[in-house]
């Protein structure tokens, strides 16, 4: 059965540092991974996804690794805002269904 | 174009109440899932329709739990003799099979309380 494990579930930072979030899965056998963005009381917003193949994706200040063979996943975000201020949330998707499998969540908060 | 739409976005009902929450996905997405996040929990998947496929339940909780859709199209969550612990924000989302990605776009849920 698949898990997926985020760490830290909440981190601080002061604005304009470069941070990582990581995420960890149990059984290798993914067919893409998503990380989102959900805000208080708000729906989740798709931030990048890497297939299985893929071992980074960029967006703008926003940079995903994987690393399949060793279950896991980082997501890099570059001079951190106080509008990043959110949950992370990682989702693995397997091979035989359309299912995402998510983690806890990573807790974020930019101070200005 | 428009998102994932869900309606309605609160929910307020009795214990034992039957309720049904509707999702439209996005225009020409064949795949609909249903979620639900329960306060201090992660995301828990519930079920998944994939075009004329038969719908991979393996996550509804209990058998109070069902959901139907219509063609590609519209998407509605019942739950029967609703209990406290179905309180939770019940996400759609939807995502299309053109393209090797099958990025799931979410709408912005239905919070369901019951009293």
């Known amino acids: 059965k698949q898990e997926v494990t985020q760490i830290p579930a909440a981190l601080s930072v002061p604005e304009g540092e470069n941070l990582v979030l990581n995420c960890s899965f149990t059984d290798s056998a993914i067919y893409n991974l998503q990380w989102f963005r959900q805000d208080p009381g708000k729906g989740l917003t798709s931030l990048l996804l890497?297939?299985?193949?893929?071992r980074e994706q960029t967006s703008g200040r926003l940079n995903a690794s994987l690393d399949k063979s060793s279950g896991r996943s980082t997501l890099y975000i570059a001079a951190s805002q106080p509008g990043d201020s959110a949950t992370y949330l990682c989702?693995?998707?397997?091979?035989?269904?359309?299912?995402?499998?998510f983690g806890q969540g990573t807790e974020l908060s930019v101070k200005p | 174009g428009a998102g994932v739409s869900q309606s309605p976005s609160n929910k307020v009902t009795e214990k034992g109440k039957d309720v049904e929450l509707r999702c439209d996905p996005i225009s020409g997405h064949t795949a609909l899932y249903w979620y639900r996040q329960r306060l201090g929990q992660g995301l828990e998947f519930l079920i998944y329709?994939?075009?004329?496929?038969?719908?991979?339940k393996s996550g509804l909780p209990s058998d109070r739990f069902s959901a139907e859709r219509t063609g590609e199209s519209v998407s509605t969550l019942t739950i029967q003799r609703t209990q406290q612990e179905d309180s939770a924000v019940y996400l759609c989302a939807s995502s299309s099979r053109q393209g090797p990605s099958y990025e799931q776009y979410f709408g912005p849920g239905t919070r369901l309380t019951v009293t």
């Open positions: 329709f994939q075009g004329n496929s038969a719908p991979d």
């Open positions: 890497i297939q299985s193949s893929q």
């Open positions: 989702a693995v998707r397997g091979n035989q269904g359309g299912k995402l499998i």
